[in-house]
């Protein structure tokens, strides 16, 4: 639905009014001429009569002139009365649209002594704990921060300790395995020789277990013999 | 018909302070002004004549009334007294002619135009008129006055709808707002004179002092109109 300003409402309504009533009015003051006329005319001389008579129908100029003049007056004052309302309003309108854009500095200049400039410093009040909260909440915030940062950098330093000792872990890691790989080779190295003589010992254990098993057959030959 | 002294006198003195609101109106419309425009120029004309020919009224009721000029001689002050009247209507024309929009070759022979038929118009009303006296106070009779009552009544109209045509151009172009209603109390002002001027002049009743009244409203427009446009300048 389309907006409609409060000065063209105002005006409808008192412009409709004064020219409904005077037109009551006119009709009214109308019918008593015309009463008054009909009641003369057996009184007044015919020329006169005819006069007033005439005089009665060009009425309708005045009335028709006085009426716009009236309304034109009426048209006049309403401008002026709903100036007095609608420059107060603008000047609020403009206000609350620039807290809305998060301008708290901004405050309601209203000095009309009625129910609007009440509404300004209710508003300029809503706007001073608006503006006490957003310092309570700036201030909170910034402690938060404080405490943020300090956070970051302990956890910063704790990782950056983390770091180097997982380097010097690393390191360590890696020293231990060039021993192991020592080690390891070493014992490789130690394993092969091992296990080579291992192989020889029982090769030779074999022989000798060969050679006694012949020792043992020779001796029992030479027995039988 | 015979008047009475306090007729005389109310009428002599309403002619006389009805000069001051348009001397003041005038003064209001050029006071503390840097750049004169032409519509200012204009505006100031017409508040001037009126101003003259509301003080010319003034001394043909003095004289008449209390020095004893005959009233035939009063034919000079009437014949002053229209022809100021017309400039003032002329000079309203100028003055709407150069607020609206149109092409200035319009312009110029539409208002040589006007000028013309203002001319035509005093000729014929005052071709054979005879001075007679009307509510107590001089008058000049003529067989064109019901043409001039009409012609003014058409001139009022178009100049209203006018008025109300360049409030409109004026209240879109930004040059009329809540904030600045400097042209608007202007227009109201002239509003004022024409509506109050033809109901006073075409009474059928003594003068209406009450209606009369309202003359003092124009230099208190026409100053809050000059407020407003100083306000404007500052801001």
Known sequence: MKRVSIFWKILAVVLGTVLVSNLILAYIIYRGYETIISEARSYLPQELLQKTVVNLSNSWIIVFSTIIFILGVSTLLVILITRG?????????????????????????????????????????????????????????????????????????????????NKELEEK???????????????EKFHRLTVGRELKMREMKHKIEEMEKEIERLKSEKKQN | MESNFLDKLIGVSFSFINVFPFSFAAYFVISKKKKIELSDIFLFCFWVSTAISGFIIFVMFLSYHFLGVPLEKTYFFILATW?????????????????????????????????????????????????????????????????????????????????????????????????????????????????????????????????????????????????????HEKS
């Open chain 1, 173 to 187: 890691v890696k020293e231990r395995t060039k021993e192991l790989q020592k080690r390891v080779e070493e014992l």
């Open chain 2, 83 to 231: 022809i100021f009247f017309g400039a003032s209507i002329f000079f309203i024309f100028l003055f709407l002619l150069s607020k609206i929009s149109i092409k200035p070759l319009i312009k110029i022979p539409s208002a040589l135009l006007f000028l013309c038929l203002i001319i035509f118009i005093l000729f014929f009303y005052f071709k054979g008129a005879k001075v007679g006296v009307r509510m107590n106070n001089p008058w000049l009779y003529s067989h064109f006055e019901k043409t001039g009552v009409y012609f003014l009544l058409g001139t009022i109209f178009v100049f209203f709808l006018t008025s109300l045509l360049i409030i409109k151009e004026e209240f879109q172009k930004g040059k009329i707002t809540w904030q600045n209603l400097s042209l608007l109390y202007n227009y109201f002002a002239l509003f004022l004179y024409g509506i109050v001027s033809f109901i006073t002049t075409f009474y059928f009743f003594p003068r209406p002092i009450i209606i009369e009244i309202f003359y003092f409203l124009i230099p208190y427009l026409v100053y809050l109109a000059r407020k407003e446009e100083l306000k």
């Open chain 1, 85 to 165: 309302i609608l420059l107060p309003l603008f000047n609020l309108l403009e206000v609350v649209s620039q807290v809305k854009k998060g301008n708290l500095e901004v405050q309601a200049n209203i000095n009309t002594n009625d129910e609007l400039q009440d509404l300004a410093e209710q508003i300029n009040e809503m706007i001073a704990s608006l503006k006490v909260a957003k310092d309570i909440l700036e201030e909170e915030k910034d402690v938060l921060e404080i405490r943020v940062r300090a956070r970051t950098r302990e956890l910063r330093e704790l990782a950056e300790q983390l770091e180097q000792m």
